[in-house]
């Protein structure tokens, strides 16, 4: 087999790889957990003032 087609092929993979973990997560995890987590990142943001020399 050619190298080109290889990695066509190989690339195709990935994809195909990718895009059913994309799917099957937003499937798997709530939104409301999502928003939840990001909601709670905001909240322990450091203080970007205090780092500043």
Known sequence: MKPAARLAIY???LVVAFG???GLAGL???ADFVA???ASGN????DQQA???
């Not at 909240?43 to 450091?46: G, I, L, N, T, V």
């Open 36 to 38: 939840d987590w990001i």
């Open 43 to 46: 909240a322990h943001e450091p």
């Open 11 to 13: 690339g195709a993979g």
């Open 20 to 22: 059913a973990a994309y």
């Open 51 to 53: 780092h500043q020399n």
């Open 28 to 30: 798997i995890v709530p």
